[in-house]
């Protein structure tokens, strides 16, 4: 009683700054090792130098993870640490069709896209410019699950700066009934030249009957804005 008392004269004092305590909410991995077993199967999409490889193989020791990453020198690191029968490491992208579409390269490489960084957005630093553009080859997810007999997806996740929408369009098979859980990066701030629609990914994910059980990760822009964040998706059972 005397801790809720307390914590509630906190509370308000900082009400009266403008600032909020916002209650302890568990982590996606918590969630994770709470609804899934020890022999996951995880997509990591946009996997740029294998860091969510690392953070997925602590947490499930016996993990298969299928990984994507279109950036040849990112591949090539990712290939050179990860050396596990269990992690297929594909340099392709994925999207909502089969082609070949012009790819950003950035100095700094995790901001890499298939969308220009946005010249006029006023917080820009000397990383955030292009190095040099090439076409990728993309495929579907569902394409990918159908050639390598992928009967379940327990992670989905997806952070390729601004191209999420596209990758959820082309797993339309694979959203209605083989994946469990959904971790997508989003990005309202104008830093790239397309503009995510945040509207469009949750009608999709909810038309395929998720839920949106978690947010992470939130960033700011200097002048407080959000900027971007990560959202988690559970499927509902049957």
Known sequence: MLIKKIFLIVKKKLNLFGYDIIKLRPTFDQIYKKNINNHPIIFDVGANEGQSIKRFTSL?????????????????KIIKIFNNKNIFINNIALGE????????????????????????????????????SQKKKITTLDKYVKLNKIDKIDILKIDTQGYELNILKGAKKSLNNIIKFIEIEITIADYYNNKINIYEIDKLLVKNNYTLCNIANLAYHKNNYLTWFDLLYKKNSK
């Open 60 to 76: 499930f020791s016996r993990s298969t993870i299928h990984s994507f990453e279109p950036i040849e020198d990112c591949y090539k």
């Open 97 to 132: 069709k089969e082609c070949k579409r012009i790819f950003f390269i950035n100095k700094n490489s995790y901001t890499s896209s298939f969308f220009r960084i946005n010249k006029k957005y006023n917080e820009l630093f000397d990383f955030d410019r292009v190095k040099k």
